[in-house]
């Protein structure tokens, strides 16, 4: 059995004295629990258990369909509520609600009074829309601010801050794993290169938490360059890091100048792109999804010739695998789907919950995709430096399940010249 029929979804895994971890196993479910026998166990009552995320978010929902249902009165319906949001995303005072809130014609008569009643409930000033994300190779949201002025807004991760126009930039709360993995990188010392810095997902996390020595942070869309500068120095880095705004497939870059300016109207990156960044990385991040292979070449051109670590982010597809017999695969509650919210309130990225999970172990797709990245990039070192290199998986991580059987894995690969 899976082992959702057997955990009970009101409460959540909970750290026990002795280092143990309590299960909420179902008490008419007990007799179906089968577990290896390394792993011991035993039966223990809780009195006060900790509540699921699920459940802690009935409450904020409910209350948002209660104040619906009294506004719209007797013109309430199983077809209206079905349009209620269960998914939102917050952001200090600013509520994100889904693609799908509210499109059935009959809201669309309430005019401000749902807006206002929908931020109310939620305890929210002001209020967007998510759209689809534009084709526009830069991953740019489409979304509608509908209450409020101003779309920009500030979020807290890991006691760094990160500041944002929501109608310009993505925020996803899917990579939270990863971010706290890289702020405990040993990085002390180093010289990062982020080629798809963004607003700073990795690179703050690096600087702030890991204590790389300098960042080279490259990113192409001027919103998120814009926002980049501000979160540098709403954290206090902005001496230990130089912007590349830009294409980071060119390897080069005209820097722009730090001290914050007015966003600029259109987010295209600059034609000039002169300064050249080569072989000065201890550690190269490499975070685009679906695939950062285009990024390969400069990835090893930015290295150092002593070598260095790539962190390679890719999502690769899984053939769905059985649990072997009788025995649940228990998954930890960490990451979340590309995208997807909560059922509910979610104040930080780190409530979030999807209903699928990385597993802990390697799967073979897994394996085989770091293999041959291992070798694609040994033979691009060897043709750039006319020499022999070695590749190392140091480590995959299993960051968020991306879409059905496709996960968003992170390669640590090592790299380093071969020795006479």
Same mark, same amino acid.
């Given at each position: 059995l899976e082992e959702e029929q057997l955990l009970d979804g009101r409460y959540r895994l909970q750290e026990v004295p002795g280092g143990r971890v309590a299960l909420p196993v179902l008490e008419e479910? =007990?007799?179906?629990?089968? =577990?290896?026998?390394?792993?011991?166990?035993? =039966?223990?009552? /809780?009195?006060? $258990?900790?509540?699921?995320?699920?459940?802690?978010?009935?409450?904020? #929902?409910?209350?948002?369909?209660?104040? %619906? !249902?009294r506004l719209l009165g007797e013109s309430w319906s199983e077809e209206l509520e079905r349009d209620v949001p269960r998914a939102w995303q917050r952001h200090g005072d600013l509520v994100l609600l889904s693609e799908d809130s509210f499109r059935a014609a009959p809201w669309e008569k309430l005019g401000m009074a749902l807006w206002e009643t929908v931020a109310s409930a939620l305890g929210a000033r002001r209020l967007a829309r998510r759209g689809r994300v534009l084709p526009d190779g830069m991953r740019s949201p489409s979304v509608t601010l509908l209450l409020g002025q101003d779309s920009w807004v500030e979020h807290v991760d890991n006691g760094i801050r990160y500041t944002f126009d929501v109608t310009k930039c993505m925020f996803s709360p899917g990579n939270i794993t990863e971010k706290l993995r890289v702020a405990s990188l040993p990085c002390s010392g180093e010289v990062l290169v982020d080629l798809y810095a963004g607003i700073g997902y990795f690179t703050l996390p690096y600087l702030v938490h890991a204590a790389a020595a300098f960042a080279h942070a490259c990113e192409w869309n001027g919103h998120a360059?814009?926002?980049?500068?501000?979160?540098l120095a709403l954290?206090?880095?902005?001496?230990?890091?130089? /912007?590349h705004h830009g294409d980071s497939r060119q390897v080069s870059s005209a820097d722009r100048p730090w001290p914050p300016r007015p966003c600029v109207a259109s987010p295209s990156p600059p034609l000039s792109f002169q300064l050249e960044l080569r072989n000065v990385a201890d550690r190269v991040n490499l975070g685009l999804i679906p695939s950062s292979e285009?990024?390969?070449?400069?990835?090893?051109?930015?290295?150092? &010739?002593?070598? &260095?670590?790539?962190?390679?982010?890719?999502?690769?597809?899984?053939?769905?695998?059985?649990?072997?017999?009788?025995?649940?695969?228990?998954?930890?509650?960490? &990451?979340? $789907?590309?995208?997807?919210?909560?059922?509910?309130?979610?104040?930080? $990225?780190?409530?979030?919950?999807?209903?699928?999970?990385?597993?802990?172990? @390697?799967?073979?797709?897994?394996?085989?995709?770091?293999? #041959?990245?291992? #070798?694609? /990039?040994?033979?691009l070192l060897a043709e750039l430096h006319g020499?022999?290199?070695?590749?190392? @998986?140091?480590?995959?991580?299993?960051?968020?399940?991306?879409?059905?059987?496709?996960?968003? %894995?992170?390669?640590?690969?090592?790299? !380093?010249p071969t020795l006479p």
């Amino acid at each position: 059995l899976e082992e959702e029929q057997l955990l009970d979804g009101r409460y959540r895994l909970q750290e026990v004295p002795g280092g143990r971890v309590a299960l909420p196993v179902l008490e008419e479910k =007990l007799f179906q629990l089968r =577990l290896p026998p390394e792993m011991p166990c035993e =039966l223990v009552r /809780i009195q006060d $258990p900790v509540p699921s995320r699920a459940a802690r978010r009935q409450v904020p #929902a409910q209350k948002l369909r209660d104040e %619906l !249902r009294r506004l719209l009165g007797e013109s309430w319906s199983e077809e209206l509520e079905r349009d209620v949001p269960r998914a939102w995303q917050r952001h200090g005072d600013l509520v994100l609600l889904s693609e799908d809130s509210f499109r059935a014609a009959p809201w669309e008569k309430l005019g401000m009074a749902l807006w206002e009643t929908v931020a109310s409930a939620l305890g929210a000033r002001r209020l967007a829309r998510r759209g689809r994300v534009l084709p526009d190779g830069m991953r740019s949201p489409s979304v509608t601010l509908l209450l409020g002025q101003d779309s920009w807004v500030e979020h807290v991760d890991n006691g760094i801050r990160y500041t944002f126009d929501v109608t310009k930039c993505m925020f996803s709360p899917g990579n939270i794993t990863e971010k706290l993995r890289v702020a405990s990188l040993p990085c002390s010392g180093e010289v990062l290169v982020d080629l798809y810095a963004g607003i700073g997902y990795f690179t703050l996390p690096y600087l702030v938490h890991a204590a790389a020595a300098f960042a080279h942070a490259c990113e192409w869309n001027g919103h998120a360059v814009e926002a980049l500068r501000r979160n540098l120095a709403l954290n206090g880095v902005q001496d230990r890091c130089r /912007i590349h705004h830009g294409d980071s497939r060119q390897v080069s870059s005209a820097d722009r100048p730090w001290p914050p300016r007015p966003c600029v109207a259109s987010p295209s990156p600059p034609l000039s792109f002169q300064l050249e960044l080569r072989n000065v990385a201890d550690r190269v991040n490499l975070g685009l999804i679906p695939s950062s292979e285009e990024g390969w070449p400069v990835a090893c051109r930015v290295l150092k &010739g002593t070598g &260095g670590v790539l962190h390679i982010h890719h999502n690769v597809e899984t053939l769905p695998a059985p649990a072997p017999p009788q025995t649940p695969v228990l998954r930890a509650e960490r &990451g979340t $789907p590309e995208g997807a919210c909560s059922d509910g309130e979610a104040q930080h $990225p780190t409530e979030e919950s999807g209903k699928e999970t990385p597993v802990a172990r @390697i799967r073979p797709e897994w394996q085989r995709w770091a293999e #041959a990245t291992a #070798a694609r /990039i040994r033979g691009l070192l060897a043709e750039l430096h006319g020499q022999p290199w070695r590749t190392s @998986i140091l480590h995959i991580e299993a960051v968020k399940s991306y879409a059905p059987h496709v996960h968003h %894995l992170v390669l640590d690969l090592e790299c !380093r010249p071969t020795l006479p």
